[in-house]
């Protein structure tokens, strides 16, 4: 299968400061990439829809001024959390796609800590 | 709204047993993809299912969607430990919304 990575797999950061997450699929193009929150023992929680070259989709109650998304090219896309507060603590988890009906391909996941 | 119910939250079988998780949908789907997520891990692709009543068989696993393309269960016959995770479907709208179910915890007593 085709793969993604992400980076870093986790980062602790001091409150008010900001983290910028990398996901790169390795081997093929990504015409979408997606970006999820996932709290302990539940479920992924879809934050905004980006494709190349155009703004990011966020869903409803995700803060665009806060998480800020960039899709530079057809393999990279990231997200920053700015002014991180321990509220924003999570695995935070992207997904890559060569088409809408395409299987998804995940990176590792990011664990963000904010203390 | 264009929400997906998987059912059960969690499920806990003791080793040998069958387990099924079912998601559905109040609206037809285009298509809908299953997921596994080891413990500690990220998901990962399993199937996708696209016609009504298309049944698809991995070793173990069987994947059934409904006729009409509002429902869809993943079965494992007799469980292994290699099994423990939480299976996730993903529904496809078919108006570029993709939707996760809220996944089915499986733990294993052996």
């Known amino acids: 299968g085709a793969v993604v990575s992400q980076h870093p797999s986790w980062v602790i950061c001091k409150s008010g400061t900001s983290v910028k997450i990398e996901c790169r699929s390795l081997?093929?193009?990504?015409?979408?990439m997606f970006w999820y929150r996932q709290f302990p023992k539940q479920s992924l929680m879809l934050m905004a829809t980006?494709?190349?070259?155009?703004?990011?989709?966020?869903e409803q109650g995700v803060e665009k001024d806060k998480f800020l998304i960039n899709h530079a090219s057809l393999t990279l896309s990231t997200l920053t959390v700015t002014s991180a507060h321990p509220e924003d603590s999570s695995f935070y988890i992207c997904?890559?796609?060569?088409?809408?009906?395409?299987?998804?391909?995940f990176g590792q996941g990011t664990r963000l800590t904010v203390v | 709204g264009q929400q997906v119910m998987q059912i059960p939250q969690y499920q806990h079988v003791q080793e040998g047993e069958d387990f099924t998780t079912y998601c559905n949908s109040s609206t037809t789907l285009s298509n809908i993809q299953w997921y596994k997520q080891r413990p500690g891990g990220h998901p990962v692709f399993l199937i996708q299912l696209v016609k009504s009543g298309e049944v698809k068989k991995q070793k173990r696993l069987t994947f059934q969607f409904g006729e009409a393309k509002k429902n869809s269960s993943l079965h494992i016959t007799a469980t292994q430990t290699t099994d423990v995770g939480t299976y996730f479907c993903?529904?496809?709208?078919?108006?570029?919304?993709?939707?996760f179910g809220t996944g089915t915890r499986l733990t294993i007593i052996p």
């Open positions: 980006s494709n190349e070259g155009s703004k990011a989709t966020y």
């Open positions: 081997d093929f193009q990504a015409t979408t």
């Open positions: 997904s890559a796609v060569r088409g809408l009906n395409t299987e998804a391909f």
């Open positions: 993903r529904a496809n709208f078919g108006n570029e919304k993709l939707t």
